[in-house]
């Protein structure tokens, strides 16, 4: 048998495409992280105030993707991108509050699993990206997940 019955396609998508992706996961990620801050702001305000700033570097990742597909014309198509349905009906939903540090631990296990996907998909995409201007700011992103993942693990490991 032929090694080539086992390899799988390499799959590529158009510049846009790729752009939309990026943008719908980082949309996703920013809305997690505000979610995520509120959880924490009655009973654990220092760790409220990281899943801020980890929603404020998803901001701030969105405006240098917009920047990135200005270049290619689709910086408009980036912005007037609607909210996906999934998400949000997710955003509809009640947040709950941390009340102990049992539920602290819990729901920073969640976190960090996020944050673990999340550098994942961002992998992959690098792994596959064909738009040149996304590789740039594609290997910054994955940079930024990473430390974002140690940041969120010396939190948890802090909590015992």
């Given at each position: 048998?032929?090694?080539r019955?086992?390899?799988?396609p390499i799959r590529c998508c158009l510049p846009e495409e790729?752009?939309?992706l990026v943008w719908d996961h980082?949309?996703?990620?920013m809305h997690r992280y505000r979610g995520f801050a509120l959880c924490f702001l009655p009973n654990h305000p220092s760790i409220s105030r990281l899943m801020v700033a980890l929603g404020i570097e998803c901001e701030e990742r969105l405006e240098s993707l917009v920047a990135s597909a200005e270049d290619l014309g689709l910086g408009e198509k980036l912005r007037n991108r609607s909210i996906s349905p999934e998400l949000?009906?997710?955003?509809r939903r009640q947040h709950f509050f941390v009340v102990d540090d049992d539920?602290?631990?819990l729901t920073l296990a969640q976190v960090l699993v996020a944050a673990c996907n999340s550098w994942q998909f961002y992998r992959l995409m690098l792994d596959s990206c064909s738009?040149?201007?996304?590789c740039v700011i594609l290997r910054k992103f994955v940079l930024q997940k990473d430390n974002a993942y140690r940041v969120l693990e010396e939190v948890q490991e802090s909590l015992g």
């Amino acid at each position: 048998m032929s090694n080539r019955l086992f390899q799988s396609p390499i799959r590529c998508c158009l510049p846009e495409e790729e752009f939309f992706l990026v943008w719908d996961h980082e949309i996703e990620e920013m809305h997690r992280y505000r979610g995520f801050a509120l959880c924490f702001l009655p009973n654990h305000p220092s760790i409220s105030r990281l899943m801020v700033a980890l929603g404020i570097e998803c901001e701030e990742r969105l405006e240098s993707l917009v920047a990135s597909a200005e270049d290619l014309g689709l910086g408009e198509k980036l912005r007037n991108r609607s909210i996906s349905p999934e998400l949000q009906a997710e955003l509809r939903r009640q947040h709950f509050f941390v009340v102990d540090d049992d539920i602290a631990r819990l729901t920073l296990a969640q976190v960090l699993v996020a944050a673990c996907n999340s550098w994942q998909f961002y992998r992959l995409m690098l792994d596959s990206c064909s738009t040149h201007e996304l590789c740039v700011i594609l290997r910054k992103f994955v940079l930024q997940k990473d430390n974002a993942y140690r940041v969120l693990e010396e939190v948890q490991e802090s909590l015992g």
